[in-house]
Each structure stands twice: as structure tokens, then as C-alpha cells.
């Protein structure tokens, strides 16, 4: 299992390095193991660019139900944060579940109880998210986002703002599939698709889709 950085591709073989390998731990298929690489290296990436200790912090992450975004909410709370999560109605039992200490509807409720309130908001939507979320941050917040490459641009002349892009880490995808293996940490996957159900799996990863991250399957 790899994640193979800024190269990508619906391909069912590819050349890579073998240093960016890792070996799948035991009790993990294929499709469970292609779940974690991406999704997990980039959260835990996005809450290590604060540069402050989240414990007791108040951390808000945007897109909660997504594959980043539960692992996310994970690295939080295990860090100490106090987190504060958005998502869908469908998705609000599946975030809670995960730790987060209060989630929000991002259709039926509005985040102005958060106002100056939010240490590190973790934006993984863009748009408007991203808009509205300036006023939320505390001072000396931060607000990373790996949706809107021009975040920093866009921040108001007296916000703090980040984007990232993840690195593959072998070391840490090594440490963190074998705590999905033994039950530490929690991966979801929210459906399996083959080759020819691609085009309507990324419509559905664009739109809104079941809780967790969509994997190919081209054995299908």
C-alpha cells in the first residue's frame, strides 16, 4: 500500500519506487488498505501545521464525514482537542461516533455560536465554507485548508491561513494502517466501485455521498 503524492491515475498497475511502499498489515484487504493512504497522511498532516499544542484547543473541521475529514476528527480528539464538526444530516451519527464533541448540520444550522471562538479550522470544502469560516477563528487561530489553493489570498488581513497538500510518509502510513488493523483507529468506506462505475462515483464524491471514502475495485 502506497500514497503516491502529486501522481495519480485509474490505473491497475503503475511503477513505483519501493521505498514509498508499505506492507499491508495483516487482517486488511486491498480495498480496506486503499482507503487509509491518502485520506489519513493528509489529516494528520493538516492538524500538524498548527503550530500549537491542540490539547484543549477548539478545533472545527469542515467535511467531517468524508475520508479526511474522519480521520481527522480521530487525530483531534485523540490530541486532546475539543472538536467541533460539520456534515450532512445522513451523516451526523457517523461523526459522532467517531468523538467529535458537538456536530453540526451544515444544512440546518448555522456556526455563529462559534464566533471567535475556534482555535484551527480544518477546511476541507472551500467556497463558501471557506468564507465564513474567517470570522469563526479566535485570535492567533489558524485556518488550513486543503480545498482552496488560494486560501492565503483570500484571508483577511488579520487571519492566519495555510494550504496544504500531503506528503507521503512511510513511516507514518506504516504507524497508523497498523492502528486501522487493530481496531485503534477507525477507516470507513463508504462504497466499492469497478471501472465502469467511476464517472458516477466521482459525480458522487463531488455532490455529497455515504459517510467515509469511495474506493475503485478493478477486479469488479
Not at 495519480?8 to 493512504?37: F, H, N, R
Amino acid at each position: 500500500m502506497a500514497a503516491l503524492g502529486q501522481c495519480g491515475a485509474y490505473a491497475d498497475q503503475l511503477l513505483i519506487d519501493a521505498e514509498k511502499l508499505v506492507q499491508t498489515p495483516e487482517g486488511l484487504s486491498d480495498v480496506e488498505a486503499a482507503a487509509i493512504p491518502v485520506a489519513a497522511m493528509t489529516a494528520w498532516q493538516v492538524l500538524q501545521v498548527a503550530d500549537f499544542d491542540l490539547s484543549g484547543r477548539r478545533v472545527l473541521i469542515h467535511g467531517a464525514a468524508g475520508g479526511v475529514g474522519s480521520f481527522a476528527v480521530q487525530f483531534a480528539k485523540a490530541a486532546g482537542a475539543i472538536v467541533y464538526a460539520t456534515a450532512s444530516t445522513k451523516s451526523l451519527p457517523h461523526v459522532r461516533a467517531l468523538g467529535a464533541d458537538e456536530v453540526i448540520d451544515y444544512r440546518h444550522q448555522t456556526l455563529e455560536h462559534l464566533t471567535g471562538d475556534i482555535d484551527l479550522v480544518v477546511d476541507l470544502v472551500g467556497a463558501e465554507v471557506l468564507d465564513r469560516s474567517w470570522m469563526l477563528l479566535s485570535p492567533g487561530g489558524l485556518l488550513v485548508s486543503i480545498a482552496a489553493p488560494d486560501v492565503v489570498s483570500r484571508a483577511p488581513q488579520d487571519r492566519r491561513a495555510v494550504f496544504l497538500s500531503n506528503r507521503p510518509d512511510t513511516a507514518l502510513l506504516a504507524a497508523i494502517a497498523e492502528q486501522v488493523a487493530a481496531g485503534v483507529l477507525r477507516s470507513t468506506v463508504a462504497e466499492v466501485v469497478g471501472f465502469y462505475d467511476l464517472p458516477s462515483a466521482i459525480e458522487r464524491n463531488r455532490t455529497g455521498h455515504a459517510p467515509g471514502k469511495i474506493v475503485a475495485d478493478f477486479a469488479r
